[in-house]
């Protein structure tokens, strides 16, 4: 028979459905335990209330879709001290940064309990993907967050209630749908703090043999990674740049594996929760304490101490800023990063500006700040970029007799040498110091200012230096007295892997390096390092 409107089988606007759901039968769905600390009830200071447990994930090929009226998308700016956490990026078996915050931005009801553990489905991405041991003040995560009600300021409130001290968020803006915090970005600036003594020449100090705490959580080599390897990844970079060489992880699968199996992965409770009046302790008070925990050990090592009489003058900093201008602009970095080729587009990056600035003290330690603006970087180039201006600055070459500008002319032909295709080492500086300051997003402001704001989080900024100073300073500076991480990395440079200037100088190639050897019963463990661990 022919179609009409009177035998038409499909259904008209009022019997089809408004929206198309898949329910999910709430009575046989067996919640999965969430990770430790599961709160009984939480009830957001807006009036509503969080849902209490995630539900199991999802088969594959089953489709979630929740109520999308709610979901608003945002910029979060997060600031975190990054010991006690395996990186920024959610990582099988490990407790990340992404991990804590997802968690309290649940428990605050910002995510549903359907979309819990399903990054992709609430657009999640992050500015900047930092990796263990290191700090960022200004990160950004983008994401479909549930909103109206509450408000903005009020979320951040409630997601602060369920962070640990050493992570916050500073605040969060509305932006428009296709946001996306990693391709948005125009530039990211990064800080490394250290001690100012790092840049006295060798002669300026002595050799000293200390008791110092080492990490034993992360295996042999501890959460900081401090010696000339490039098996592991630098801190403070993006999903395109810093750890590129690193296997992508989906949120879904990421998830489902750490869940899986309780005993695999990290929880909130293993994290240890720094205090910021922790600093002021002494370092012995500090070592019998921490002795006493699973995840440190005493070690006795060789370090470099300054002298009482090393001063940092305004000459110093002047010498180190003529260093860190030989930075600017394009180089090739494939010896500032590892397991890449100098014929890779990737490896020839941007330098906008990298500077020293005045010395401030934090604790009663003078410390000196290194901030560097770039579009983006390679894994380990930070880290690697300070490490060659330290060495630089010990080696003395503005005590060249010629004068200082005879000296600078030798240390422009050494970052020369080190840009140059040929394969030299180039020392890479602890990750302890270094981190993300904030992340840059002019050209979006300009489309979008007018309508969004600028995203540049001017409201938070006071509480963004007082976490800076209280939760990241502090912290720097007491590691720095207990693990002696930037003396002892300083041997490492000095006697375990130097630095060959002679090569980098007139740009030979480096003679092959010498194949260690286990030392001799009577040599002491103090000079000749037998492992890793011991270095």
């Known amino acids: 028979a022919p179609l009409t409107m009177d035998n038409d089988p499909r259904p008209t606007d009022e019997e089809a459905p408004s929206e198309k759901k898949i329910k999910i039968d709430e009575e046989s769905s067996t919640p999965a335990p969430f990770p430790s600390n599961e709160p009984s009830q939480v009830t957001p200071a807006w009036g509503g209330k969080a849902p209490e447990v995630a539900p199991d994930l999802p088969e594959l090929g089953e489709v979630l879709v929740t109520d999308k009226s709610r979901k608003r998308k945002v910029a979060v700016l997060i600031g975190y001290y990054g010991a006690g956490y395996q990186g920024m990026q959610r990582n099988p078996g490990a407790w990340t940064i992404e991990d804590e915050l997802e968690r309290a931005i649940y428990l605050a009801g910002g995510i549903s309990a359907q979309n819990m553990g399903h990054l992709a489905k609430i657009d999640w991405m992050r500015c900047a993907r930092t990796d263990k041991g290191v700090s960022a003040i200004g990160n950004v995560v983008s994401l479909k967050m549930i909103l109206d009600p509450p408000t903005t300021s009020q979320m951040a409130d409630e997601i602060n209630k369920h962070l640990p001290p050493q992570m916050r968020v500073f605040g969060i803006s509305r932006v428009n749908k296709g946001f996306n915090a990693k391709n948005a970005v125009d530039g990211r600036v990064y800080e490394y703090v250290l001690p100012v003594w790092a840049f006295a020449p060798w002669d300026a100090g002595e050799w000293q043999v200390r008791d110092r705490l080492v990490s034993t959580k992360f295996g042999r080599k501890g959460e900081d990674d401090s010696v000339m390897s490039d098996d592991d990844d630098e801190g403070g970079g993006s999903d395109n740049d810093q750890g590129e060489s690193k296997k992508r992880v989906r949120g879904k699968d990421s998830h489902k594996s750490a869940q899986s199996d309780g005993s695999s992965s990290a929880s909130p409770s293993s994290i240890p929760a720094p205090s910021p009046s922790s600093s002021s302790s002494s370092s012995s008070s500090s070592s019998s304490s921490s002795t006493s925990s699973s995840d440190t050990k005493v070690m006795q090592s060789r370090v470099w101490v300054p002298s009482p009489g090393f001063v940092f003058t305004e000459d110093t900093r002047r010498q180190i800023n003529a260093v860190l201008a030989l930075f600017h602009g394009t180089h090739n970095y494939h010896n500032y990063t590892s397991k890449m080729k100098p014929s890779d587009p990737s490896v ?143 041997r490492i440079i000095k006697e375990v892997f130097p630095v060959n200037f002679t090569a980098l100088e007139t740009g030979e190639a480096p003679p092959p390096r010498a194949p260690r050897t286990a030392p001799s019963s009577s040599s002491s463990s103090s000079t000749t390092p037998s492992s890793l661990e011991e270095i």
């Open 348 to 490: 020839k990056r941007f330098i906008t500006s990298f500077t020293c600035g005045a010395p401030f003290v934090v604790d009663g330690m003078e410390l000196v700040r290194l901030t560097v603006v770039g579009q983006s970087f390679i894994f380990n180039q930070i880290r690697k970029m300070v490490g060659m201006a330290i060495a630089v600055m010990r080696q003395g070459y503005f005590s060249d007799p010629e004068g200082e500008m005879a000296g600078l002319a030798r240390v422009r032909r050494v970052l020369d040498n080190s840009f140059s295709t040929r394969k030299y080492q180039v020392p890479k500086a602890p990750a302890l110091g270094l981190l993300l300051d904030r992340c840059l997003f002019e050209s979006w402001a300009k489309r979008n200012g007018k309508t969004y704001g600028n995203l540049d989080f001017a409201e938070g900024e006071e509480l963004r230096e007082t976490f800076k100073r209280t939760q990241v300073y502090n912290h720097i500076v007491r590691r720095e007295r207990d693990e002696y991480v930037m003396q002892h990395w300083l």
